[in-house]
């Protein structure tokens, strides 16, 4: 060619006096041509040197090689953890991969999902931090082939993967009454959310068993450094209601240590603190927090292995929930009640 633009699909097809159509169909292979034909237009691809677009040639099949992630955040460390693990596995499998962080915005989540399902990514993975309201559920299920990781969308019938969420909350409890606390105050995220009802509800299943009279007070918000800090100060000005605090994300048990530590309370002099997630450095504060550890890796492998293993012709199979263990890491910052 005496120009510098690339060659095209229909120099090709100029060249071997074919339709372009012939010419793209060859390539994807879904058409069978007479041998001369199909070596007229391989000589035509060879003089030409003409390099196929891969991208052009997996859409004209009908799949984009490509998985759509919707996060709520990248700044928090449980959120940049997980995409990274998505990414590997992606990576290991040879796929892309786009990301969308919504902010955690409801307005966000109904944009990227509906923007997504139409921009022809092979599959979503999906991150909520917050209750949905029905819509985003009815939404999922119009798109099809999104996996739910981390927080449930209860009206969406897709394949949900979770951490073992009650088993945290049990070994949290199961710690602490352990070492004697039967006054604790559990610190959750929203309400509704299914992790903040499965953690609290393993906690008293811990602390039940111990036959004992116990006594559990809630203060639900957000999975944020602020609202730790609000808890703490919540805490303070009722007086210390409790001797032993269960702080269910890394963001609130470090807004909440640093109100605590500000104010003077020991940690755990004057009240015990187990966390949740302990993706974050806990073990460097300065009594280094007990935490219970999600496997945020294994969750965003499996992610995308549930992703492609999902046989999505068969609807009755596809609504399923998969639970990821989790463990506790034993650090110094629960110790038996002070004497009051």
């Known amino acids: 060619m005496s120009d510098n633009r690339a060659t095209?699909?229909?120099?090709?097809?100029?060249?071997?006096?074919?339709?372009?159509?012939?010419?793209?169909?060859?390539?994807?292979?879904?058409?069978?041509?007479?041998?001369?034909?199909?070596?007229?237009?391989?000589?035509?691809?060879?003089?030409?040197?003409?390099?196929?677009?891969?991208?052009?040639?997996?859409?004209?099949?009908?799949r984009s090689e490509t998985i759509g992630l919707v996060v709520p955040d990248i700044a928090n460390p449980f959120f940049a953890t997980f995409v990274a693990a998505v990414e590997q596995e992606a990576d290991r499998r040879g796929l892309g991969l786009s990301l969308h962080v919504t902010l955690n915005r409801p307005g966000r989540e109904v944009s990227y999902v509906t923007a997504l399902a139409r921009n022809h990514v092979d599959g979503l993975i999906f991150v909520t931090n917050?209750?949905?309201?029905?819509?985003?559920?009815?939404?999922?299920?119009?798109?099809?082939?999104?996996?739910?990781?981390?927080?449930?969308?209860?009206?969406?019938?897709?394949?949900?993967?979770?951490?073992?969420?009650?088993?945290?909350?049990?070994?949290?409890?199961?710690?602490?009454?352990?070492?004697?606390?039967r006054r604790v105050v559990y610190i959750g995220g929203p309400k509704d959310m299914i992790s903040t009802r499965r953690r609290s509800s393993g906690l008293e299943r811990a602390l039940m068993?111990?036959?004992?009279?116990?006594?559990?007070?809630?203060?639900?918000?957000?999975?944020?450094?602020?609202?730790?800090?609000?808890?703490?100060?919540?805490?303070?000005?009722?007086?210390?209601?409790?001797?032993?605090?269960?702080?269910?994300?890394?963001?609130?048990?470090?807004?909440?240590?640093?109100?605590?530590?500000?104010?003077?309370?020991?940690v755990p002099g004057e009240v015990s603190v187990v966390g949740f997630d302990d993706v974050g450095p806990l073990h460097l504060f300065a009594s280094p927090l007990t935490a219970i550890r999600q496997p945020v890796r294994a969750l965003g492998g499996r992610a995308l292995g549930l992703l492609l293993e999902t046989n999505w012709e068969e609807p009755e199979t596809i609504h399923s929930e998969e639970l990821l263990p989790v463990e506790i890491v034993v650090r110094n910052s629960v110790a038996p009640p002070a004497k009051q």
Do not use: W
């Open 130 to 181: 917050h209750p949905d309201d029905g819509e985003l559920g009815a939404l999922i299920n119009q798109t099809g082939k999104v996996v739910i990781v981390d927080e449930d969308v209860p009206s969406a019938m897709v394949p949900k993967l979770f951490c073992d969420n009650e088993e945290g909350g049990y070994l949290a409890g199961r710690h602490l009454a352990d070492h004697g606390h």
């Open 8 to 62: 095209s699909l229909k120099d090709v097809a100029k060249a071997a006096g074919v339709s372009v159509t012939t010419v793209s169909r060859l390539l994807n292979g879904s058409l069978q041509l007479p041998l001369d034909t199909k070596e007229r237009i391989e000589k035509a691809i060879r003089d030409l040197r003409y390099q196929p677009n891969p991208h052009a040639r997996r859409l004209s099949r009908g």
């Open 209 to 266: 068993e111990r036959g004992e009279p116990f006594e559990v007070t809630r203060y639900e918000g957000s999975f944020t450094v602020e609202f730790g800090r609000q808890a703490a100060r919540r805490f303070i000005d009722e007086g210390k209601p409790a001797t032993g605090i269960f702080a269910s994300s890394d963001e609130i048990a470090i807004g909440l240590i640093e109100v605590l530590l500000a104010e003077g309370v020991s």
